[in-house]
């Protein structure tokens, strides 16, 4: 939209739904995201907010004046406020707070007692429950009122509150008034603990069949419900988690972050990498005699390390998705790691063979082609061997080894590869 | 589970749930994996070759006597079949295909017509539909049947079989009989096109506060419906392909491939790179002579290099994460240029005086503290350059930017690294 133009603006903001919108605010320049956002109605200006990544949504935030906030806040609930805690100061998250009625607060208080890794941050309440005693009557009672979104299925509990039984709403229909409910309840479902990791609990909720599983506390009291729309959002933000994790940044990157606030997170990330690239450095400053005696040594380095860090990276990514994926496990890493030796020998023979015979060929000297061989074979084997245990030694540390498994790896099958390389040139070629 | 003990196998196969039992087989190494796989029930194997991985089904696939399969194929449908089919010698699919009947024969062939990124290959047929005349009555009548899991609501369709209405369950249940159901009929409901994108597709579903939405042709013709839990699978495996391309690698890569098939797979892209990496080498052995007089040079290569494809690979995972949620359009490319060339420039300036300082010490000579940051800056700028036109220009040419994106952006920074860094060399150090 060009800037100016407000009516048009206007138009364009009403008829778009709230992902949209999101979306669109996400994808604007800083200036004209300002503009879109003043032109959206306030009573949708929360459910926006809500809807946007955490990064871009801060510029908004930050441009909102204090008594605004009140009119926002007036209908707030405890998901919405979860949501948005981590973008607003704390000064916001109290006045929200004080904006909503005692039980939301109350459900805010318990959701924040968990960590925003773990499911009961993310429960919904909305769900459907009767006692282990009530009747078909009761159930279509309940579901003359409002029904929550993906909700195929009415949980029971016992006296304590603990979950019972599961009752699918297909099976309700239609049968008689006075069938007890537990009468119906055919199946098994699997029950989520709130202090569950919430990748894992959000992928169990994708293929249980149901629409959404119960989440309870260490007593099996029902705490409320994880339905499937909340955990495809939570698998996709892991899965975007782990994209960007890859390149050093947060998944809550926004495109259009103002430059030096960019350009400050992403130094953090440069900056560890320059340790390890003078780290590199300083072992190929070791051989400086010999780079200066032989000069097509300096010529080829970049290939020794360039095939190092790709295969390299193949296995970590494997070993990566399988951690998370739960392939990996103790039983199976010894396997795992002979096999991944076996296919970097293999291809770490056939690849020293070709690039022995270019280099042999392009220097007119064998003997660097039986340097570069060996030490490319060196090297994909060492790549092996990391990808398979950096990521493993990652994870038993609870370090995310989608975030720090590609520096630590590229640092050694770089160092491997340098000293490899001019170490064999320095004690052959000289 | 170790080899010898059948028994104990059996048991544990027993218990598991189709789901487990695939994730447990792509766990397993293949001696280990075919034991497993011949203590599973015979009624069970088609649905846990189904929900697999493709790499690690075919293992099992291969070891399946050619008699066993009739067996196996004697309840197979079109959804089972096409997500097989790609794994299965076309003769196993004729003998599949002769196995259907003759609906599901033909729901086979219409989904065939379909690329596999296209929804009209995984819509679903089990699909409630009513015409637009009916009443409550009728609902009652068809909610008493078998309903399909992630069912939330009924669709109407016109006469000539058009996606017309769609009614909610819980609006039904409880109008009296004699009710018209479009009366009943509030909400509007996303239409997905046969032809679209499978991923745009299902992150609709994902977000429609519907457990499905309903697929059609273009003439509106109602195909069947494309409900949560395949959307959730369909995106899960979007991000697994992500992932995976960043390495050169499927989605489909098996974790226990066999070490042949998997070297030859690696070795492609192992080959790729190698290309790229002589590319590199080729530019650094036009500077042999200043390498020779000044192996300071060749000592720091790596940083230039390093920081460069760093830097390109922040830029190049938001392009590319911004594309695959459209954030990125044709309206805000240009904007997004000059802020990450902005970012690039600060970045690039701040790092260059700390490489600069760094290297004037270490080798005791300012002036190679000056070529190196020249060169640090210029390769961050060309970095931020590349990191948003590569994966754009890839997009427009229908070339998935994740698996070819970080080749072609480390050729780049690569080059401009090391000319920049060896040209300006040559030019002030001799």
Redesign the interface.
């Given at each position: 939209p060009e800037q100016g133009d407000a009516a048009a603006v206007s138009n364009i903001v009403a008829a778009r739904d709230t992902?949209e919108l999101a979306?669109l605010l996400?994808?604007?320049?800083q200036e004209q995201r300002l503009n879109v956002w003043d032109s959206i109605a306030r009573h949708r200006k929360l459910e926006v907010l809500v809807a946007m990544r955490g990064d871009a949504r801060e510029v908004l935030i930050d441009s909102t004046e204090q008594q605004e906030w009140e009119g926002l806040f007036s209908d707030i609930d405890a998901e919405q406020l979860l949501e948005l805690a981590d973008s607003l100061p704390n000064k916001l998250v109290d006045s929200a707070l004080r904006a909503m009625d005692k039980q939301q607060r109350q459900f805010f208080r318990d959701a924040s007692q968990f960590g925003d890794d773990q499911i009961g941050h993310w429960l919904s309440h909305d769900v459907l429950v009767l006692p282990l005693s009530a009747k078909v009557r009761d159930a279509?009672r309940l579901?003359?009122r409002e029904?929550p979104?993906?909700?195929?299925s009415i949980f029971l509990i016992n006296r304590a509150g603990q979950f019972a039984e599961v009752v699918r709403?297909?099976d309700v229909?239609?049968a008689p008034e006075h069938v007890p409910l537990v009468d119906l309840s055919e199946e098994e479902i699997d029950i989520v603990k709130a202090e569950e990791d919430c990748t894992k609990a959000s992928l169990l909720v994708?293929?249980s069949?149901?629409?959404a599983l119960p989440v309870v506390d260490e007593s099996n009291k029902l705490l409320g419900r994880l339905d499937?729309?909340t955990?495809?959002?939570l698998?996709?933000e892991f899965?975007?988690r782990?994209?960007?994790a890859?390149?050093?940044?947060d998944e809550e990157?926004d495109?259009?972050a103002p430059?030096?606030k960019?350009?400050r997170s992403?130094?953090v990330?440069?900056g560890i990498?320059?340790l390890?690239?003078?780290l590199?450095?300083w072992f190929?400053?070791l051989f400086?005699a010999t780079?200066?005696q032989v000069?097509a040594l300096?010529?080829?380095?970049?290939?020794v390390?360039?095939?190092g860090g790709?295969?390299g990276?193949?296995t970590?990514?494997?070993i990566?998705?399988?951690l998370a994926?739960?392939?990996?496990?103790g039983g199976?890493r010894r396997?795992?790691l002979v096999?991944e030796l076996?296919?970097g020998g293999?291809?770490g023979v056939?690849?020293a063979i070709?690039?022995g015979i270019?280099a042999s060929v392009w220097f007119s000297d064998p003997l660097i082609g039986v340097v570069i061989g060996m030490a490319i074979l060196m090297n994909i084997v060492a790549a092996a061997f990391a990808g398979v245990l950096i990521p493993i030694a990652l994870d038993k540390l609870k370090i995310d080894p989608a975030l720090s498994g590609s520096v630590i790896l590229t640092t050694v099958t770089?160092i491997v590869g340098?000293v490899a390389f001019l170490g064999l040139g320095t004690w052959w070629l000289l």
């Open positions: 992902d979306l996400e994808s604007l320049p279509m579901l003359r029904v979104e993906h909700t195929d709403l297909t229909i239609g994708q293929k069949g149901f629409s499937i729309a955990a495809s959002e698998v996709n899965y975007e782990q994209l960007m890859s390149a050093g940044m990157e495109l259009f430059v030096k960019s350009a992403r130094a990330w440069l990498n320059l390890t690239a003078f590199a450095s190929i400053g400086e780079l200066q000069v300096a010529v080829l380095m970049p290939v390390a360039s095939m790709i295969a990276s193949q970590l990514t494997l990566i998705r399988g994926l739960g392939q990996v496990t199976n396997a795992l096999k076996s296919v293999l291809n056939v690849w070709v690039i270019v770089d340098f």
